[in-house]
């Protein structure tokens, strides 16, 4: 590929207004086109092989399970295997491509999404069940990260900006980056566009060759991505695409000793155990595996008796229940100040009871959680709740054809109850109740995890205090604590929640990289 992009500042991509009719029309075509492509069948890219094989991924509308977005087929340990073989031949070539030419491929990806931004957004809504403002964000964060990875591959191939190395008379010393070899992603559902090909070109850009496991519940939309770089020309091998299932295809590629790394996100269970796995060195492997794992939080909005209750109630009902609280970020506690904590309460109550349900394509503010299994783990925990603490509002199942649960709350939780304490991911939110603005960050730290936080505070000296102690890889004031953006926010938490990779921040493209000292007497 011979196309220059210019090495211009990135600004993320705008958000579209829905409240423009023109935008509304635009959306409610492109939905049309896209679901008349239901039922389509993808196949397994391994090379410039496209393989369709007889067992199968059927992805279904969560929010109308009749409906079947598409088939994918599904990989075995054999296909897996064949995959690794390709990766490593491919990465014998693509490692030696020039910095520049591998960025374009990303630029190119991020021209074309932009221009099918409600396309790709709309395969979002059918398949992961995100409404329009959500899908919308998904997509355009999903540009942002071909945008700002490829600007940070240009970076890091500029030799100024190379470690600012202790000069030695005589010698001329360089550190350059240079890529690992064959990589793993295991990409989530709950952001199917934007992490799973934030994670994928991350790793390309940086000179490494890849094989994809998309999440069993989206699959399609990682081939429509997979798609499109197969578009703008990405030489095949550099991505390969493998859905299967965790043991048979993620467990084998995870502790194969030609893997050379893993990038994962999604539960704490699964990841710890690739963290295990990759940690074993396998007959004929020759270095340790790097694991570059995000793996869900426990997050909480702390509100202290100085705060904008209105404000802050706000900010309660959009981190708890954006997308169902299907995100890692999602805010599913609340710890309240003893003095406003009845006013936020009711406060929070009457927003969450504003919220209406129903299908994504329709653009209601709730929609399903993503599958069976998931439904039935959450109303698991809401039975757990009806125990621990006073339901306000929700707690059902809600009407509809699809995975419909009631935005629910319950107070006066205690703070080492189960809902308090233990990643639930759906629209349940625990709310404590604090003695002092000090307690309340003390209970917000009293979790395994440490994703992303936030306090709600007018008093300079206990926001300080804040900065200082609540122990979290992503801390907001005065603001929900969901909805990091590239660039500006870099995302990674602490303890159970992973290891802090950053995304979207200036150092992520040094996990996939190796740094390589070139010491030359002049």
């Known amino acids: 590929?011979?196309?220059?992009?210019?090495?211009?500042?990135?600004?993320?991509?705008?958000?579209?207004?829905?409240?423009?009719?023109?935008?509304?029309?635009?959306?409610?075509?492109?939905?049309?086109?896209?679901?008349?492509?239901?039922?389509?069948?993808?196949?397994?890219?391994?090379?410039?092989?496209?393989?369709?094989?007889?067992?199968?991924?059927?992805?279904?509308?969560?929010?109308?399970?009749?409906?079947?977005?598409?088939?994918?087929?599904?990989?075995?340990?054999?296909?897996?295997?064949?995959?690794?073989?390709?990766?490593?031949?491919?990465?014998?070539?693509?490692k030696k491509v020039a910095p520049a030419e591998r960025?374009?491929?990303?630029?190119?990806?991020?021209?074309?999404?932009?221009?099918?931004?409600?396309?790709?957004?709309?395969?979002?809504?059918?398949e992961s069940g995100k409404n329009w403002v959500e899908a919308d964000a998904d997509t355009a964060e999903a540009i942002d990260f071909l945008e700002f990875y490829g600007r940070e591959m240009l970076r890091l191939s500029q030799t100024s900006v190379h470690q600012p190395l202790t000069k030695i008379e005589g010698d001329d010393n360089q550190i350059t980056y240079i890529p690992l070899g064959v990589g793993i992603i295991i990409s989530p559902f709950n952001f199917p566009l934007a992490i799973m090909a934030g994670t994928t070109v991350a790793a390309i850009v940086s000179g490494n060759t890849v094989i994809l496991k998309p999440a069993d519940a989206t699959p399609v939309i990682a081939a429509k991505f997979v798609e499109l770089m197969e578009e703008v020309g990405l030489p095949a091998g550099v991505l390969n695409y493998l859905p299967g299932d965790g043991i048979e295809v993620g467990e084998y590629l995870v502790e194969h000793p030609k893997t050379r790394f893993i990038s994962f996100t999604g539960s704490r269970a699964v990841g710890c155990r690739i963290y295990e796995r990759a940690a074993?060195?396998?007959?004929?492997?020759?270095?340790?595996?790097?694991?570059?794992?995000?793996?869900?939080?426990?997050?909480?909005?702390?509100?202290?008796?100085?705060?904008?209750?209105?404000?802050?109630?706000?900010?309660?009902?959009?981190?708890?229940?954006?997308?169902?609280?299907?995100?890692?970020?999602?805010?599913?506690?609340?710890?309240?100040?003893?003095?406003?904590?009845?006013?936020?309460?009711?406060?929070?109550?009457?927003?969450?009871?504003?919220?209406?349900?129903?299908?994504?394509?329709?653009?209601y503010a709730i929609g399903p959680v993503i599958d069976k299994k998931s439904f039935e783990k959450i109303m698991g925990y809401i039975a757990i709740g009806k125990?621990?603490?006073?339901?306000?509002?929700?707690?059902?199942?809600?009407?509809?054809?699809?995975?419909?649960?009631?935005?629910?709350?319950?107070?006066?939780?205690?703070?080492?109850?189960?809902?308090?304490?233990?990643?639930?991911?759906?629209?349940v939110l625990a709310i404590a109740k604090a003695a002092d603005w000090q307690e309340a960050i003390d209970i917000y730290n009293n979790t395994e995890y440490g994703l992303t936080g936030a306090y709600h505070s007018k008093d300079a000296s206990r926001i300080d205090y804040a900065h200082e102690n609540m122990h979290c890889g992503n801390l907001y004031i005065n603001k929900k604590c969901t909805g990091a953006l590239v660039g500006a926010n870099p995302f990674g938490g602490f303890n159970m929640s992973g290891t802090d990779s950053k995304a979207g921040g200036f150092d992520y493209l040094l996990l996939f990289t190796q740094a390589k000292l070139t010491s030359r007497k002049k």
Not at 103 to 126: C, G, I, Q, T
């Open 1 to 94: 590929m011979t196309t220059t992009v210019p090495y211009t500042t990135f600004i993320n991509e705008a958000l579209t207004d829905f409240t423009a009719e023109e935008n509304k029309t635009a959306m409610h075509a492109a939905l049309a086109r896209v679901r008349e492509g239901f039922r389509r069948k993808y196949p397994i890219i391994i090379g410039s092989e496209k393989l369709f094989v007889e067992e199968e991924i059927i992805s279904v509308n969560p929010g109308n399970v009749d409906e079947v977005v598409g088939t994918v087929s599904k990989g075995s340990t054999n296909l897996a295997e064949k995959a690794m073989q390709t990766a490593l031949a491919t990465f014998e070539t693509w």
């Open 103 to 126: 960025a374009a491929y990303l630029f190119k990806a991020a021209e074309l999404m932009r221009e099918r931004k409600h396309e790709f957004s709309s395969y979002l809504v059918y």
């Open 280 to 363: 074993k060195v396998q007959k004929g492997q020759i270095w340790l595996k790097r694991v570059i794992a995000e793996m869900g939080g426990k997050d909480g909005v702390v509100v202290d008796e100085t705060a904008d209750l209105d404000a802050a109630a706000s900010a309660i009902v959009a981190s708890a229940y954006g997308y169902q609280g299907q995100k890692c970020s999602a805010g599913s506690r609340a710890i309240i100040v003893e003095s406003v904590y009845d006013e936020v309460i009711k406060k929070v109550v009457e927003l969450t009871k504003k919220l209406t349900i129903g299908l994504p394509e329709e653009n």
């Open 387 to 427: 125990t621990e603490g006073n339901l306000l509002t929700g707690g059902e199942r809600s009407k509809g054809n699809g995975f419909y649960i009631e935005p629910t709350i319950f107070a006066d939780v205690n703070p080492q109850a189960r809902i308090m304490q233990e990643e639930i991911f759906g629209p």
